[in-house]
C-alpha cells in the first residue's frame, strides 16, 4: 500500500470543497458521496470516515445507488481496452493481471461481461484486488447464476470494498482499516534446534495446473522469518500459492552431507487462501529428509 | 519388469549353444560372455550367475574388453537413430525418454557423445535404466572430466549394470539379483486417527523448472497404501520427483468443511531419488491444515 | 497367549465326553455348553465353534442361563480370596492385578460387589483380560447404574468374551478368534533420514496421576521396529499407556553432540486404548530437537 | 524477578556511602566491591555497572578474592541450618528446594561439602538460581573431580553470576543484564487449522524416575499462547521439564467425538533445559490422534 496521501486530523479541518476534491474518486464517478461525508465531520477514526459514506451512499434515492453500479467500468472491458476508466480502476486491473490477458481470455471476459449486462443490466463489480485470476472468474460465474435482488446487494458490497482499499491508501490515521491479509513463513531446523536463517523463500501463485506466477521473494533472518511478510499491508488475493524453499542450498552451506541429489532440495508448500483478510502463516519446520507445515498463527 | 523368460535350472541343464543362445544377448555385442559362463554351470542362485558372466569378462584379455566396451552404441547417437541398434539398447533407450529428444537435445548428446569418443577413444556407456534425463546428462558431463584409467573402471562397471538388469529380466531362480529399488506411500488421516481411503496419487518426474512427466498414478487402499509401489521391481531412475495427493477431494468426499478454496487442495511432495537401488518410503500423514513427510521405511 | 493344547481337527474327531471334558472349562462351572457344542460338530473354524457354543446357551432354559451367570466369581471377592475359584478365573484375576489389591482397594470391590449383588441378585462379571484396573473400576460403576434388563445382556456378552478367550488359549485351527489386539511402535530418525535401531523401549500403563506398571520392554531393529509388538496375540486392556524411549542414548551413541541435560532424552508418549481388539501403532518420528506420534496403520 | 529496588540514575547521584549501602550486599560479605564501583560512576548501562564490579573483584590482591570466595555460605550446610546466612543467600537457596532436603540428602550433601572443603580450602559456590536439583550434585561431583587451578577460576565465575542476577533484582535501568531465560508455548489445532484456547498448561520439573514438582499453571489464550512465559525474567533452573496439556478436555469442550478413554488426553512433553538463559519455546500442534513437538524460536 503506497504512503497515504491525507492525514485524517487534515481532512476534519478542510473546507468542504477540499474535502469532496481530495476523497472525490473513492467512489467511481459519484463525488457525492463525499460530499454527504463531508456534513459528518470530524471523524475520530478512518473507520468512521468509512461508515460515514457507506451511510451517504444507502441513505440515497435507488436512482444515485443505480447510477453509481452503472458508473463502475466493466473488467477487462471496452473502458479498459479504450483508455476511459478512472485512474484507480485502470490500477486495481492492471495489478490484477487483467491488462495482460490472451485474446482468447478477452473473449471469455467479453462474454461474460454481455451475459451479465443482458442479465442484470449493469456491469459487473468486483473488488478485484482481493481476487487471483482464477478466482475473479470463478466469482464472476457464480455471481451470474445468482438471484437479482441478491446480486444487488453482492454488488453494492463489492463497491464499498473497492472504496475502502482506496481510502485505506488515501487517508492516514487512528484505526487502519481492516483491509489487509498477511502471508508469512517461518522455517524451523530441526535437525539443530534453531531457526533456519538465510534460506531463500519465493512466493507464486499458482495460475492453472502447469502456470505459476511469482509474487515475492525474500530470505529468511536470524530468526527463521523473513523482514517483512510475504504479502502484507493489502488483502491477499483469494488464490492457490506456492512457497518455495531452497532447502538444499541451507543445507549445502551448513556443511551436511547430502546425496548427490539431495532428498529434499527446492520444497514446494502449496495451499489456497479464500479469506483475502486472513492472516496465513505457513512455516516450514524441517531436516534433510523430513518436513511438514501447517497452518500457524 | 517383464516375465522372466527362462527357468535358472533350465538354463543349467541345456547344451551350451542353447545357452549361449538364451543369454548371449546379456552383454552387448559379446555372446563369447556366456560361453565363457556355460562352462562354470550349474549355478545355484542368478546372482551366481551374474558372477560367472562378470569373472568371465574380467579373466579375458584387455582387447576383448577393449571390444566389449567399444561395441556399445552411443546414448542418443547415430545407431539409435539409423536403427542399427541392439534390441535391448533400444528398449533401454526409450524408456529413458531418450528417443523422444527434441533437435536441441540431439545436438547436445551429440557434443558429448564426439567429446568423450574424442578423449576416450569409446562410446559413452551408461546404464540408463538408473537414471532420470537431467542424471544423465549430470552423468555424462562429470565422467568426461575423469581420469581415463578410472573412466574406463566405470564405464565397465556400468557394462555390468546393464548387464544384471537384462539377466534379472531374462532368468528366474532362487536368489533375485539386486537391482530393484522402490517409490511407496502411505496416507495418513490425522484428523480422524485412520489410513486415508481412496486419496488419489499421483508420480512425477521432474524434468526441469518447469516440466515434470507422468510416471504413475494410483488411490490409496483401506490400509492408506497404495496396492504396488509407485516404482517397483526395476531401479528407480536418479532424479527429482513429485508425489501429488487428492487431499482436498478426499476431505470434500469424507463430508468435512472446507473454505472455498481449501488450504490443502492438491499436496506435492517433491524429493530426490540418488540411489536407484534405495527404497523411498514418501508417508503423508494430513490433517486439512497440516501435512508432513519424512523418508520412512 | 499359551500354545493352545487341542488342535480342532482332533476335537472333531474324539468321543463325546472327552471333547467335554477337553473343553467343559470354557463357560465357568458350566460343562453343559461344551455338551450341546459336541452334537453339532465337525467344525471347520474354531469361530464356528464359538459359535455353537454360544447358540446352546441362547438355546437354554432362562434357568440355566441364570445359573451360567450365577456361578461365575465375583471380581477380588471372597471365592478368590478363600481359593474356591476356578483356575482360569484365578489366573484371568491375576493378570488383571486383582489379586495384589490395598487393602482399601478391596474394601472397595467389596463395597461394589455387595451393591451390585443387591441390585441384580448375581455376581458382577466382566471379562477382565479386556480391561485395566481403572477401567473395571470404572466399567462396575458404569454398569451398577444400569437398567436391570440390559445389565442381563451385558453380563451374558461378557461371559461369551471370557468363553472366546479361553476357547483361542485352548484350540488351534483354521480361522482364529478376533481376540486380540496390538501395540506396536516404529522410531524413525529424521535427521539420518533412516530407522532408528537400537533405541530402548518401554510401555507402561499408567494407573493413576503419580503410578505406572511397566508392561514390556524391548529394543528397536534395524527397522525401527520391534521384533514382536509389545502387547499382541490377546486383547490390550483398556488404559492409559506410557511408551517410553531411549532417545538420548541413542544419539549419544551415534556420536550427536547433545547439550549437558539433552532436550530430548527419555521421551514419553501417552496414549489411551478404548478398544482391546484395535491395532495401536504408535511410531516415534524425531531428531535431537523434535519429535511426533500419531495413531498409525 | 521482584521489582527492582533502585534507578541508575539514583544511583549515579547518590554519595558514597549510600551508594555502598544499597548495592554493599551484591558480593556476600563484601561491601568493599561496591565501593570500588562506586568510583567508577557514572554508569550508563546496568552491564556497565556489572562490569565496574567484576573489574574490581579482579583487580583486588589475590587475598581479597579469597577472603570474598571464602565468605560464602556452603550449600545446605552449616550456615544455613543455624540461620547464619546473608538474607540473599537464604532466598536462592531456598528456592532451589535446599532448605526442603531429607536427612538422607542432607548428609549427602554435608560429605559432599566436606569432601569439597577438604580438597580446595574453600565452600563450594554455585549460582543455585540457575540449577535444579539434579543439576546441582551432578556439578557438585563434577567440580570435586577438576583441577584446582581451574576449579578456583569456576568458583569465581559463580560468584560473578550470582553478583549478576542480584543486581539485575536491585536496579533498574537502561539495558537489563542478560540473565534471564524463558519456557514459553503454543498449541495449535490441525484439526481446525487455528490456535487452540482454553488448554491447561502445567509445568512440571522432572526431580528423578518417579517425582516431579509443580512448577507453573497457565490456560492458552485466543492465540494459543499464554499470556506470559511459564517461566520468564529469571534464569530457568538447568533440569529436565515436563509440559502437560489438558488436550482431551480441549476437545471434549469443541464436542468432538473422542473414544471413552481418549487416544490424547493429557499430553506430556519432556524436555531438558541447559541453558539458563536459553529461551525453550516448547509448541505443540496436535489433533485428537497426533502430536508434536520441537524446540522452535
Avoid: K
Wanted: net charge neutral; glycine share 8%.
Amino acid at each position: 500500500m503506497t504512503a497515504a496521501t491525507h492525514r485524517l486530523t487534515d481532512l476534519n479541518a478542510m473546507p468542504e470543497a477540499a474535502f469532496v476534491a481530495a476523497l472525490g474518486a473513492v467512489f467511481e464517478h459519484a463525488p457525492w458521496v463525499a460530499g454527504g461525508a463531508a456534513a459528518r465531520r470530524p471523524f475520530a477514526t478512518v473507520q468512521a470516515l468509512a461508515d460515514a459514506m457507506r451511510a451517504t451512499v444507502e441513505a440515497a434515492p435507488e436512482a444515485a445507488r443505480h447510477a453509481l453500479l452503472a458508473g463502475h467500468p466493466e473488467l477487462a472491458g471496452a473502458a479498459a481496452r479504450a483508455g476511459a476508466m478512472a485512474a484507480a480502476s485502470v490500477a486495481e486491473q492492471a495489478a490484477a493481471g487483467l491488462s495482460r490477458l490472451s485474446e482468447a481470455e478477452h473473449a471469455r471476459f467479453a462474454a461474460l461481461n454481455a451475459a451479465y449486462r443482458a442479465r442484470f443490466g449493469l456491469p459487473f463489480i468486483l473488488c478485484v484486488r482481493r481476487h487471483g485470476r482464477a478466482s475473479i472468474l470463478r466469482s464472476f460465474e457464480a455471481r451470474l447464476a445468482a438471484d437479482p435482488e441478491r446480486e444487488r446487494h453482492t454488488a453494492l458490497e463489492e463497491v464499498f470494498r473497492i472504496a475502502a482499499l482506496r481510502l485505506a491508501g488515501l487517508v492516514a490515521g487512528e484505526g487502519p482499516l481492516a483491509v489487509a491479509g498477511r502471508i508469512s513463513t517461518h522455517v524451523l531446523d530441526t535437525m539443530r534446534g534453531a531457526p533456519a536463517a538465510g534460506v531463500a523463500v519465493e512466493l507464486h501463485e499458482v495460475v492453472s495446473a502447469t502456470e505459476t506466477v511469482p509474487v515475492a521473494r525474500a530470505e529468511t533472518n536470524a530468526d527463521g522469518r523473513t523482514d517483512a511478510p510475504l504479502i502484507g499491508g493489502r488483502p491477499v488475493p483469494a488464490a492457490t500459492y506456492e512457497l518455495r524453499f531452497g532447502l538444499g542450498d541451507y543445507h549445502r552451506r551448513l556443511g551436511v552431507a547430502l546425496p548427490e541429489i539431495p532428498f529434499l532440495d527446492i520444497v514446494p508448500l502449496r495451499f489456497g487462501v479464500a479469506d483475502p483478510e486472513g492472516h496465513y502463516h505457513v512455516p516450514l519446520v524441517a531436516t534433510p529428509w523430513s518436513y511438514q507445515t501447517y497452518r500457524g498463527s
